[in-house]
């Protein structure tokens, strides 16, 4: 349970560390190192050369408000985002799913830079900032760029993010009259996610006005559910338009199989989560 | 772990017998190959980096192609890959039929994965496999007739 | 100068009132120091100049080994040697079997020679300079296999025409034997009904927070390999590790750290670390670690019996069940390296805690393409409680009667105790309906009862489950001799050392090897009570050196015998420790024995309350030795062995044997709910009510059973080690391999009924082992919760996704 050799780089400026990534094929940049050294301890995953990115004063841990954006920054661990009052006032689906990763030890370490970065399905601050439309703000070695999220997971472990390029935060407009609400199924806390879903609703009079739903281990990679959005946009919130908005996010899906979950009971707790999330707002607008 | 495909080509079942047969054709179309030899018109050695996403390892393969029987063309290809803890021993059952200029090329894997990577990995290394070898064939088949 | 080791004792009091510090709930000290990171494990054990091994793994689960070439793997630098299976086959013998030939002829190494059979087998030891360059220089042993069929199902691999692990074997079979009981045949021709089904136990392993690991030195000057392990039983596994590598006993010295992170039956079969460790050591004149990874541990460091029982129990109308008649499989994995002792011990318990004299078992072991299997917790009792728990259901739902009434008639009474079973063993007093109707009332049986008939109205799956299970303890080896009668081991024995140091101390030491079990606490109180004196002036040394410990060749932690076993040694030899400072005591201070006592550090006289220290009577008997009465032998130790008598202590022919000491047994009972449209299992209730005889420590015996109580939720609710069909472990690591924790420890509901044991010296049983009870206990309060749904469930482990697909199979 020990690495291979690799070369650890501490470069003094977000451009080098850049011009680091950008020049060397196998380097990868080390953020909470949750995902990363895992990987590499479990020798499933070598890069030769490892870029560390905490220290540098872009990367810095913080939650802001700009007018009606909040910016996180990319080294925000999953405690902080949990906890962070912006967040958990404006963006409760994304303190909810932070909240829900894996054990304490790993939410004080792991960040929500690393995490979206990763390109991995099973992780639950990418179901949660597609609900929120987020851009992922990337520094590359000639500047800096937005990647829309709908637009960042490209394939498993495959994202948008060019050679060189880092994730230094995320900016979310807050959303209007939104309900939001993050639910997942685990067998234990540190296991292999069974699935997860991510809701933001827009109600105006109890009508539906927007819907963003993001699954989590529904397929190669992180996926928003586009029919069922379309689906529940100015339909009221009910028994029956709940039943059909969990049907249709989940009926064309083929998830993952692996010992603790088909591919078959992960639609079907796909399908369980999305009824359970609307349910629970259609709660508390009733309240 | 058992999977098949097919392609339908629009040229002879004969010409994609030939190209398919030559393994220089082949080697040209080894996905994510880093080094490839045609070691005689049967063996074909290469370095493969295959994985998902940024998780890759470099295979040692040796692809070998027995029981080539031009008649019924049908032939078998072994690949046989080796990396550090992985291994994967994939044997593949081609045959090439179909009228004129609507060739048809079917294949079924065996593909029996040992090692970390299929452990670790069983959520998606069965993908890996299948896709690998379906690129292989795209690619040649769309050489061929493109 | 060993004394005698006989020796006339008093019986101890019956009443726990008539004990002072015996019974009483001292705080665990020892706890504290690996709480607060102080605790020496084995890999805090540094000596200058360690080299580090580390092995090549297989990756597949059944292959020939074609080539192995080193060549690369030499060439990186640190690296010192690397050893291959093909070495050690010319240097080594195989390890002793215990079966006989045919399946005893079976050659079995520590590394693979000629071909892998299990997923991650060790193939090649890789010795380096520091730990990391022995893992990267692992990787570079180039090996070229053969892939082979694989077989991992028992019944498969020993049908004719399945891939064969071992060619000198020729088949898979490991052992079969019949024991034929009473007359179960006949009880199944009367029977009223005759009550079938097929009951499976899964594969899941031991799990202990420290993995197994090695450090051993070769001393030159004398020729002798220091061992340091984590070894359960050093001194039982030195001589099938010396006869391996051809070396007396005497010329290893085996040392156990004073911490040992857990074992639960896992560090015994890890002799296999140790020779290949001692090897190198030896070859390389260099200290030579070895510590498993978690990986490793989880896929070699022993798995539990996996087992498959095809029953038919003869029932009367009434509900009694007068015979059981079945064929049982065990599955070995790849290698047996304490098997086939597993298709034996399951016979402690051959009526479960019923009272069942016609039994008739067919049982067979077969090796198949999975990690070796070993002791694991509630070793092979396990599996057959879960059996009786399972059928004792169906037997209920045959009759459409209560499952709690099925039991309270066929449990044993109390009336029959000691109560000799069907196969001799003799269940050592108790009061199971009394324990019963307390687990009942504890649960609120009748309450949630009802509670489900309101449940189901509203579509809410919930279901109560019982289980009553024996977990024996304080084995005796003569039970191996009914594989094989040429077995160089019968009955046990433990010893015990006290002495008093020069300043008036009291010192204990056995040969057991604590692994979190409060061996210092527990044995510390035995003492005190001896000499009527408080726990502070005890010291219990832990850890375990066999060359200044005491041992027997039996010594250990395991099969829940130290309480019973080093318990009763350590009474023994501090009562003649006690009576030899009385003898000096009298003659210093000129009074009669008879007048005097032990009390608070001292011994005073009841006559004249004149008051010898225990350190003045240690300066005498250690310092100032001409004062101490004519004849006497100086000094202040006592040692003494005991050796229990069985009653039945050797197997008959109809491989009738009492083959444990003591029989406690537990109730359990969950309630459980299952999630309609996620198949998620929710404990809701679970209550345990138990009978560990006398407690000596009543805090450490419901710290075991909590922990047995646990393990047995994660049995049947996560931990699963399961292989694909070829042979691949899908669940290598704690991503996959699920073990529950302190989170997912239901509040537990845990009673004692106290009855003495009639077979052990203190009236103790043991308890660490715990007979699986929450298994039976969980598997049938789900099945029950999801009668509705008619949904049958097989096996030991439940998952929500098999639920799942069993409520939507069609
Ligand atoms: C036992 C266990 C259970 C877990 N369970 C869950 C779970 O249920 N849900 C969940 O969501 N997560 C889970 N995680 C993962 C955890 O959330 C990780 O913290 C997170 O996925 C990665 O964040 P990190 O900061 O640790 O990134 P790292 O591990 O340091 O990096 C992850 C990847 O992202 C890249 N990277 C990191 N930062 C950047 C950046 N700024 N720009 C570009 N690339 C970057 C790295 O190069 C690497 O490839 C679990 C982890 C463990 C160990």
């Not at chain 1, 906890?83 to 990763?101: F, G, K, T």
Request: hydrophobic share 40%; charged share 25%; proline share 6%.
């Amino acid at each position: 349970m020990r690495p291979r050799p690799f070369l650890l780089h501490r470069p003094n400026t977000l451009k080098e560390a850049s011009e680091l990534l950008y020049s060397h094929e196998d380097a990868k940049p080390l953020a909470g190192g949750q995902s990363l050294i895992p990987m590499m301890k479990l020798r499933i995953y070598s890069p030769e050369e490892i870029v560390m990115i905490g220290h540098l004063p872009e990367m810095q841990p913080g939650v802001k408000q700009e007018g009606s954006t909040i910016v996180i920054n990319s080294m925000t661990t999953h405690d902080m985002v949990h906890h962070n009052e912006l967040i958990s006032e404006y963006l409760p689906v994304l303190s909810e799913a932070a909240a829900a990763i894996a054990d304490q030890q790993i939410r004080n370490r792991g960040t929500i830079g690393g995490n979206i970065a990763h390109g991995d399905p099973s992780t639950n601050l990418s179901a949660a900032l597609l609900a929120l439309d987020a851009k992922v703000l990337a520094s590359g070695k000639d500047g800096q760029r937005e990647i829309p999220i709908d637009e960042f997971f490209l394939d498993l472990f495959t994202t948008a993010l060019e050679p060189g390029e880092i994730i230094t935060g995320f900016k979310v407009d807050i959303p209007k009259n939104s309900r939001q609400k993050f639910m997942k199924i685990t067998r234990s806390d540190t296991a292999f996610p069974l699935a997860f879903v991510a809701v933001n609703i827009q109600l105006s009079d109890g009508v539906v006005k927007d819907a963003r739903i993001g699954l989590g281990v529904a397929a190669p990679t992180p996926i928003r559910a586009t029919e069922a959005e379309e689906y529940l946009k100015n339909k009221q919130l009910n028994q029956e338009t709940i039943l059909k908005t969990a049907e249709m996010a989940t009926k064309d899906l083929e998830p993952p199989g692996d010992v603790h979950a088909s591919p078959e009971y992960r639609k079907n707790l796909l399908n369980v989560l999305m009824k359970r999330c609307l349910n629970s707002l259609l709660e508390e607008v009733k309240q | 772990m058992k999977f098949e495909g097919s392609r339908e080509v629009n040229t002879s079942a004969q010409a994609v017998w030939d190209f398919l047969t030559n393994p220089n054709n082949m080697a040209e179309c080894l996905p994510d190959a880093k080094s490839h030899e045609v070691v005689d018109d049967k063996t074909i050695k290469a370095q493969l980096k295959v994985g998902v996403g940024f998780i890759k390892e470099v295979f040692d393969s040796t692809i070998s192609y027995s029981e080539v029987t031009p008649d019924s063309k049908d032939m078998k290809i072994k690949i046989d890959a080796k990396a550090k803890a992985n291994t994967a021993t994939i044997n593949i059952d081609v045959h090439v039929d179909g009228a004129d200029s609507a060739a048809k090329l079917q294949w079924t894997v065996d593909a029996v994965m040992a090692g970390r990577l299929a452990s670790i990995g069983q959520r998606y290394i069965s993908k890996v496999s299948d896709k690998v070898i379906e690129q292989a064939f795209e690619c040649m088949m769309s050489k061929l007739a493109p | 100068m060993p004394q005698k080791a006989e020796l006339v004792v008093e019986k101890a009091p019956e009443t726990t009132a008539a004990f002072k510090y015996m019974g009483t709930p001292v705080k665990v000290a020892e706890d504290l120091i690996p709480l607060q990171g102080k605790g020496q494990y084995l890999d805090d054990v540094e000596i200058p100049g360690t080299l580090y091994m580390a092995y090549t793994l297989s990756p597949y689960g059944h292959a020939k080994i074609k080539k192995i070439d080193t060549s690369k793997c030499l060439e990186l630098p640190g690296v010192h040697y690397v050893l291959t299976g093909e070495e050690l086959k010319a240097n080594m013998d195989p390890y002793m079997q215990i079966a006989p030939p045919p399946s005893g002829n079976l050659k079995d190494y520590p590394l693979a020679v000629d071909k892998v059979r299990y997923y991650g087998e060790p193939v090649a030891a890789v010795v380096a300079s520091n730990a990391y360059i022995a893992e990267d220089a692992a990787e570079l042993v180039d090996v070229e296999y053969e892939p082979l069929p694989v077989v991992t199902d028992a019944e498969d691999a020993l049908k004719e025409g399945s891939p064969v692990l071992h060619d000198s074997v020729g088949n898979n079979l490991v052992w079969r034997g019949v024991w034929d009981l009473g007359d179960a045949e006949k009880a199944l021709k009367e029977a009223d009904y005759v009550v079938e089904d097929t009951v499976k136990t899964h594969r899941y392993a031991a799990v202990p927070l420290e993995t197994s690991g090695v450090l051993a030195t070769y001393d030159q000057s004398v020729d002798t390999i220091t061992v340091y392990s984590v070894n359960q039983m050093p001194m039982f596994s030195l001589p099938i590790i010396c006869g391996a590598l051809r070396m007396p006993p005497s010329k290893f010295r085996m040392i156990l750290p004073p911490n040992v992170g857990g074992a639960f039956g896992g560090k015994i079969i890890n002799f296999t670390h140790i020779t290949v460790v001692a090897y190198l050591s030896k070859l390389l004149k260099a200290p030579v670690k070895y510590v498993e990874n978690r990986s490793e541990n989880i896929m070699s460091g022993t798995h539990n019996n996996e087992r498959i029982f095809h029953v038919k129990l003869a029932v009367r109308k009434d509900g009694r069940v007068t015979g059981a008649y079945m064929k049982a499989v065990d599955n070995c994995g790849a290698y047996p390296r304490y098997e086939p002792a597993g298709a034996v011990i399951w016979a402690q318990v051959v009526p479960g805690i019923y009272d069942v004299q016609n039994v008739y078992v067919d049982f067979s072991q077969a090796t198949t393409n999975k990690g070796p299997t070993g002791p694991v917790r509630g070793y092979s009792r396990i599996q057959h409680n879960f059996m009786w728990e399972r059928m004792m259901n169906r037997v209920a739902q045959k009759l459409n009667m209560d499952p709690a009434e099925v039991r309270r008639l066929n449990l044993i009474k109390a009336e029959q105790m000691p109560y000799e079973g069907p196969s001799r063993t003799i269940y050592d007093g108790g009061d199971y309906h009394k324990a019963f109707d307390t687990l009942l009332d504890t649960i609120e049986y009748g309450k949630w009862r009802e509670k489900q008939k309101e449940a189901r109205k509203q579509g809410k799956l919930i279901g109560i489950g019982l289980s009553a299970v024996i977990d024996s303890g304080a084995n005796n080896f003569a039970q191996v001799k009914i594989i094989n009668p040429h077995f160089p081991a019968s009955g046990s024995m433990e010893v015990g050392l006290v002495m008093i140091d020069q300043f008036g101390t009291l010192v204990a030491r056995t040969g057991t090897t604590d692994q979190g079990q409060s061996h210092a606490t527990t044995f510390g109180q035995i003492v005190s009570e001896v000499f009527n004196t408080g726990p502070e002036n005890v010291v219990f040394q832990q850890g375990f050196d066999s060359i200044s410990n005491v041992w027997a060749a039996f010594s250990g932690a395991y099969a829940s015998r130290s309480a019973v076993m080093a318990g009763t040694a350590l009474y023994y030899a501090a009562i003649r420790l006690k009576e030899k400072v009385l003898t000096i005591a009298a003659h210093a201070l000129g009074e009669l024995e008879s007048d005097l006592e032990a009390k608070d550090a001292a011994v005073v006289s009841m006559k004249t309350d004149k008051k010898l220290p225990l350190g003045d009577i240690a300066t005498l008997a250690w310092l100032d030795v001409n004062k101490l009465p004519e004849d006497m032998e100086p000094g202040l130790v006592s040692y003494a062995v005991y050796k229990p008598d069985f009653t039945y202590n050797m197997p008959d022919e109809k491989k009738r044997v009492n083959n444990t000491l003591t029989y406690s047994y537990a109730i359990h009972g969950t309630v459980v709910e299952v999630d309609p449209e996620t198949y998620e299992m929710k404990i809701l209730k679970h209550g345990v009510v138990s009978d560990p005889g006398f407690m000596i420590n009543p805090l450490v015996v419901e710290g075991q059973e909590m922990g047995a109580t646990l393990h047995g939720i994660s049995a049947a609710l996560m931990e699963n080690l399961e292989y694909d069909e070829d042979g691949i472990l899908l669940t290598s690591n704690f991503w996959d391999y699920l073990v529950a924790g302190a989170k997912h420890m239901p509040d537990i509901d845990m009673k004692t009924i106290v009855t003495r044991s009639t077979s052990s010296v203190l009236g103790v049983r043991g308890v660490g082992e715990g007979g699986g009870g929450p298994i039976g206990s969980i598997v049938n309060a789900v099945e029950d919760a999801l009668q509705p749904l008619g949904i049958k469930l097989l096996s030991s482990n439940l998952s929500a996704n098999e639920l799942y697909s069993k409520a939507n199979k069609k």
